[in-house]
C-alpha cells in the first residue's frame, strides 16, 4: 500500500497540478492513457466544485488523500467550505445551484461514471468530502479473458 | 488556453489549444464572445478542439455558453477533433445533440 496526500488554497490555477500530481501518483499501478484521462478529469471536477462552491467568494484549503493498494486507486477530496443542503439533487445530472454562470451541472455525474466507486459526505457549513476509487487494468485483464 | 480563428465563407473556424478548466476557460471566454460578435454574418461556428488535450465539465459549460450566443445570432455550432478524453464527456453529456461533431468540410 502506497499514500500520498496534497494540500493546497482553493485558487484556480491549482486544478491542473491537482489533476496532474494525481494522475503521477497513479502511475505505479501502469494505467492506460484513457484510465489516466479518467482519473484527471474526475479530480478535475471534485477540484473545481470545492473552489466554485465550496469556497464560492472566499480562499480555503483543499486537502487530496491519495492510497494505492492492489490495483486499485482510492481517491478522497475535502473541503471545509460551505457544504452541500441536498446531496442526492446535487448529483443529479445537470442540476446546478449556479444558473446563470454556463455551468453544466454535469460533474458528479461525470465522477460517477469515469470512477469504479463514488460518494459525497457533506454537512452543511461544515464542508464536503468526495470520495472515490478506480481499478486500474480491469478493461486490460477482461479483454485478455 | 489560447484561442484563434479563421473566417472561411460563411464557416467560422475557432482553434482552441491547452487544457480546458474552470481557470483557463475564465480567460478566453471574452475572446471567443468577440470573435463570434465580429463574425455575426457567418451561418456557424466550428469549434476545432485539435489542441485541446484536457477538457473537464467547465468546458461543456462554455460550450454551451457560446452556443447560446451563436442561436441569438442564429448561426449554427458544430464541433471537430475532439481528443479521446473530450469526446467521452461531450457524448456523456449530449452537447453533441447541440453541436454536432464533424469531420472535415461542412
Same mark, same amino acid.
Not at chain 1, 32 to 51: Q, R
Not at chain 1, 72 to 77: A, D, G, T
Not at chain 2, 24 to 32: C, G, K, L, Y
Given at each position: 500500500?502506497?499514500?500520498?496526500?496534497?494540500?493546497?488554497?482553493?485558487?484556480?490555477?491549482?486544478?491542473?497540478?491537482?489533476?496532474?500530481?494525481?494522475?503521477?501518483?497513479?502511475?505505479?499501478?501502469?494505467?492506460?492513457?484513457?484510465?489516466?484521462?479518467?482519473?484527471?478529469t474526475a479530480?478535475?471536477e471534485?477540484?473545481?466544485?470545492?473552489?466554485?462552491?465550496?469556497?464560492?467568494?472566499?480562499?480555503?484549503?483543499?486537502?487530496?488523500?491519495?492510497?494505492?493498494?492492489?490495483?486499485?486507486?482510492?481517491?478522497?477530496?475535502?473541503?471545509?467550505?460551505?457544504?452541500?443542503?441536498?446531496?442526492?439533487?446535487?448529483?443529479?445530472?445537470?442540476?446546478?445551484?449556479?444558473?446563470?454562470?454556463?455551468?453544466?451541472?454535469m460533474g458528479?455525474t461525470i465522477m460517477?461514471t469515469f470512477?469504479?466507486?463514488?460518494?459525497?459526505?457533506?454537512?452543511?457549513?461544515?464542508?464536503?468530502?468526495?470520495?472515490?476509487?478506480?481499478?486500474?487494468?480491469?478493461?486490460?485483464?477482461?479483454?485478455?479473458? | 488556453?489560447?484561442?484563434?480563428?479563421?473566417?472561411?465563407?460563411?464557416?467560422?473556424?475557432?482553434?482552441?489549444?491547452?487544457?480546458?478548466?474552470?481557470?483557463?476557460?475564465?480567460?478566453?471566454?471574452?475572446?471567443?464572445?468577440? @470573435?463570434?460578435?465580429? #463574425? +455575426? %454574418? !457567418?451561418?456557424?461556428?466550428?469549434?476545432?478542439?485539435?489542441?485541446?488535450?484536457? =477538457?473537464?465539465s467547465?468546458?461543456?459549460?462554455?460550450?454551451?455558453?457560446?452556443?447560446?450566443?451563436?442561436?441569438?445570432?442564429?448561426?449554427?455550432?458544430? @464541433?471537430?477533433?475532439? #481528443? +479521446? %478524453? !473530450?469526446?467521452?464527456i461531450?457524448?456523456?453529456?449530449?452537447?453533441?445533440?447541440? =453541436?454536432?461533431?464533424?469531420?472535415?468540410?461542412?
Amino acid at each position: 500500500m502506497n499514500k500520498m496526500q496534497l494540500k493546497f488554497l482553493s485558487r484556480s490555477e491549482n486544478e491542473i497540478f491537482a489533476r496532474n500530481a494525481v494522475a503521477a501518483f497513479a502511475l505505479s499501478l501502469n494505467p492506460t492513457l484513457s484510465e489516466l484521462s479518467d482519473v484527471k478529469t474526475a479530480v478535475s471536477e471534485a477540484v473545481t466544485n470545492c473552489i466554485v462552491h465550496g469556497y464560492a467568494d472566499r480562499e480555503g484549503w483543499i486537502t487530496i488523500d491519495c492510497t494505492v493498494k492492489g490495483d486499485c486507486l482510492h481517491i478522497q477530496i475535502s473541503d471545509n467550505g460551505r457544504g452541500i443542503a441536498d446531496v442526492e439533487q446535487a448529483t443529479q445530472p445537470f442540476f446546478t445551484t449556479l444558473e446563470g454562470e454556463e455551468r453544466s451541472g454535469m460533474g458528479f455525474t461525470i465522477m460517477q461514471t469515469f470512477m469504479t466507486e463514488f460518494s459525497v459526505q457533506s454537512v452543511a457549513g461544515a464542508g464536503t468530502t468526495v470520495s472515490m476509487s478506480k481499478h486500474i487494468g480491469a478493461k486490460a485483464e477482461a479483454d485478455a479473458r | 488556453m489560447k484561442i484563434q480563428s479563421c473566417r472561411q465563407g460563411e464557416s467560422l473556424y475557432i482553434y482552441l489549444d491547452g487544457e480546458m478548466d474552470e481557470h483557463s476557460v475564465a480567460a478566453i471566454r471574452r475572446e471567443a464572445d468577440r @470573435l463570434i460578435d465580429e #463574425n +455575426a %454574418g !457567418a451561418s456557424r461556428a466550428v469549434f476545432d478542439l485539435a489542441g485541446v488535450r484536457f =477538457m473537464d465539465s467547465t468546458g461543456i459549460g462554455f460550450l454551451i455558453g457560446r452556443y447560446k450566443k451563436l442561436r441569438r445570432y442564429g448561426m449554427g455550432m458544430y @464541433l471537430e477533433n475532439p #481528443n +479521446a %478524453g !473530450a469526446d467521452k464527456i461531450l457524448e456523456l453529456s449530449g452537447v453533441y445533440s447541440l =453541436m454536432p461533431k464533424i469531420q472535415g468540410d461542412i
